[in-house]
């Protein structure tokens, strides 16, 4: 079932999105596959020496923002997606992607709805929190 326009409302809150705890395992993956390479994320002496201690990639964690958008709104029906990071993220933290729509505008091609959306570990701290804009499309066939 295609996602409209009428179908949301201001508050209207974005599917959860629950990953289990981040494990080094997925760090060096996801180091192989984004060519981010540094220590930080996988080093602990290196880490430790830095004065934080292993981190995950903040591009990892903003994957996880993505995916939960993603997941609800076609990615084609994206127009704007806007990150900042706020925390650092640890391994055997879990992260938690959830928001809610903030604003509703009704235009002639669709009705874009503008959504803030958060990522938060287990302690409900903050690691990324942001902002996306979607076109839906309207009932009736119409744009």
């Given at each position: 079932?295609?996602?409209?326009?009428?179908?949301?409302?201001?508050?209207?809150?974005?599917?959860?999105?629950?990953?289990?705890?981040?494990k080094r395992e997925q760090l060096v993956k996801y180091a192989g596959a984004s060519g981010d390479f540094n220590p930080l994320h996988y080093d602990d002496e290196f880490a430790e020496k830095a004065g934080l201690g292993v981190i995950a990639q903040g591009m990892l964690i903003m994957g996880f923002v993505a995916q939960a958008i993603c997941n609800w709104i076609p990615q084609k029906n994206l127009r704007y997606f806007k990150a900042r990071f706020v925390g650092m993220?640890?391994?055997?933290?879990?992260?938690?992607?959830?928001?809610?729509?903030?604003?509703?505008?009704?235009?002639e091609n669709g009705g874009v709805i503008t959504c803030e959306i958060a990522a938060k570990d287990q302690n409900s701290e903050v690691k990324i929190s942001g902002l996306f804009e979607a076109v839906l499309p309207k009932r009736g066939g119409r744009k």
């Open positions: 079932m295609t996602l409209c326009y009428e179908d949301i409302e201001v508050g209207t809150p974005i599917p959860t999105l629950v990953k289990p705890p981040i993220t640890r391994p055997n933290d879990s992260i938690t992607v959830s928001g809610n729509v903030v604003r509703k505008t009704d235009k």
